[in-house]
């Protein structure tokens, strides 16, 4: 049984190397996953993938339906999931280009499904959430980029996930960073709290694709950001193809 999903976001539609096997569109009780669920080979290793705005990039941040993406992985027996995201940089080390493997997150967003223990007929239940990502995920991504040359990469931050699909303000940026936030991004919850609650083992990949806007003094030129996505989501699948090694 395949065990491990890869979570695809901004620029990471498809993965090239993956021998696709089948196509499996998920029946949910929260509706329809981002689109059908992608079976393969990546390097001798079993995935799943799923890219979370769909095959055609066409749904924000704030329109994902996130309960049925994460509802369909695990009903078809995956109980890890590496999820990449476009983020944007906070933090000084965060430069454009460079990477990220989050250990703390901070959500910022509003009016999203978040829970499946959203009572009803079921006793209200709790999980803990105080270190978001799985240390052994993590620590395969970590060692995945080490093992790429021409990566930059922090080992540790904290992601601010805020709403979108708008880029935030100044103010805001300035606020996360007084926060503690590393990086700022639009999907990380509550895909990461919505795997927890599910047992899932859940680790990002955050590729830095713009310094968050008021960072150096600077506004986000938007015209700039597809070929930084694109240049940034190959170092994903760089890193994604060596962490994987560790799985075969």
Same mark, same amino acid.
């Given at each position: 049984?395949?065990?491990?999903?890869?979570?695809?976001?901004?620029?990471?539609?498809?993965?090239?190397?993956?021998? #696709?096997?089948?196509?499996?569109?998920?029946?949910?009780?929260?509706?329809?996953?981002?689109?059908?669920?992608?079976?393969?080979?990546?390097?001798?290793?079993?995935?799943?993938?799923?890219?979370?705005?769909?095959?055609?990039?066409?749904?924000?941040?704030?329109?994902?339906?996130?309960?049925?993406?994460?509802?369909?992985?695990?009903?078809?027996?995956?109980?890890?999931?590496?999820?990449?995201?476009? #983020?944007?940089?906070?933090?000084?080390?965060?430069?454009?280009?460079?990477?990220?493997?989050?250990?703390?997150?901070?959500?910022?967003?509003?009016?999203?499904?978040?829970?499946?223990?959203?009572?009803?007929?079921?006793? #209200?239940?709790?999980?803990?959430?105080?270190?978001?990502?799985?240390?052994?995920?993590?620590?395969?991504?970590?060692?995945?980029?080490?093992?790429?040359?021409?990566?930059?990469?922090?080992?540790?931050?904290?992601?601010?996930?805020?709403?979108?699909?708008?880029?935030?303000?100044?103010?805001?940026?300035?606020?996360?960073?007084?926060?503690?936030?590393?990086?700022?991004?639009?999907?990380?919850?509550?895909?990461?709290?919505?795997?927890?609650?599910?047992?899932?083992?859940?680790?990002?990949?955050?590729?830095?694709?713009?310094?968050?806007?008021?960072?150096?003094?600077?506004?986000?030129? #938007?015209?700039?950001?597809?070929?930084?996505?694109?240049?940034?989501?190959?170092?994903?699948?760089?890193?994604?193809?060596?962490?994987?090694?560790?799985?075969?």
């Amino acid at each position: 049984m395949t065990i491990l999903a890869i979570i695809g976001g901004t620029g990471l539609t498809r993965m090239a190397d993956l021998e #696709v096997t089948r196509r499996e569109m998920v029946k949910t009780p929260y509706g329809a996953p981002s689109c059908p669920l992608v079976f393969g080979e990546l390097g001798g290793v079993e995935v799943v993938f799923l890219p979370r705005h769909g095959t055609a990039h066409r749904i924000p941040p704030h329109r994902v339906n996130y309960c049925a993406n994460i509802w369909a992985l695990n009903n078809v027996g995956i109980k890890k999931i590496i999820a990449v995201g476009a #983020v944007g940089g906070i933090h000084t080390d965060c430069t454009v280009g460079s990477l990220v493997v989050p250990d703390q997150i901070i959500d910022y967003t509003y009016d999203r499904e978040s829970t499946f223990f959203d009572g009803g007929d079921d006793p #209200v239940e709790h999980i803990d959430f105080s270190y978001p990502y799985n240390e052994e995920l993590r620590s395969l991504l970590i060692a995945g980029a080490k093992s790429v040359d021409g990566i930059t990469m922090m080992e540790s931050g904290t992601y601010g996930a805020t709403r979108g699909p708008r880029f935030d303000t100044a103010a805001e940026v300035l606020r996360m960073q007084r926060d503690g936030c590393t990086i700022a991004g639009m999907t990380g919850m509550p895909e990461a709290s919505l795997a927890a609650e599910l047992k899932i083992a859940y680790a990002c990949l955050g590729v830095v694709i713009n310094r968050a806007a008021g960072i150096d003094n600077n506004a986000i030129d #938007v015209t700039e950001l597809p070929d930084k996505i694109e240049q940034g989501t190959d170092k994903a699948r760089a890193v994604l193809r060596a962490t994987l090694s560790s799985f075969s």
